[in-house]
């Protein structure tokens, strides 16, 4: 009885760790495309969604909340990995490689406080067209 718990437990453990291991990539990698976005030996095109996809991924505002059920952490689970892929697949192998080396060693996360300035102005703009389409016109 005993080592078939124990076998249970590493399995569990072992069940874990490749989720974990996907997301400790995955932040590695939108590390690695902020950093490609500023450096000036990528294209041009691989720069501009870069920097789009970390800013998106790195900001602490999401264009669709969290709160909403399932679509809130569609952009989470899909949108951002698929954007760093896109990227990744734009970018040099050798550079990348580069790229991803640099965001181990820095280990800590850039925040885009200009992403979450547009996404939060997103926002308010389509609240404001929102408002103005559901006011009610006065009768003249």
């Known amino acids: 009885m005993l080592v078939s718990a124990r076998a249970t437990q590493d399995d569990d453990y072992l069940l874990l760790e490749k ?8 932040r ?7 950093i490609a976005a500023r450096d000036p030996r990528v294209p041009w095109y ?14 602490p505002i999401d264009l669709i909340p969290d709160f909403i059920p399932v679509l809130g952490y569609l952009d989470d689970l899909i949108i951002v990995p698929l954007g ?7 970018i040099p192998a050798e550079l990348m490689a580069e790229f991803r080396a640099e965001a181990a060693r820095r280990e ?19 609240a404001g067209l929102l408002l103005w389409w559901l006011w009610p ?3 003249v």
Do not use: E, H, M, Q
Request: proline share 5%.
């Open 19 to 26: 989720p974990k291991a996907w997301a400790r990539a995955i």
């Open 28 to 34: 590695r990698d939108v590390v690695a495309v902020w």
């Open 46 to 59: 691989a720069k501009a969604l870069a920097l789009a996809v970390a800013a998106y991924a790195l900001s």
């Open 84 to 90: 760093i892929l896109l990227v990744i697949k734009l």
């Open 108 to 126: 800590g996360a850039p925040r885009s406080t200009v992403a979450a300035v547009v996404i939060v102005l997103t926002w308010i703009a389509a």
């Open 137 to 139: 016109v006065p009768a």
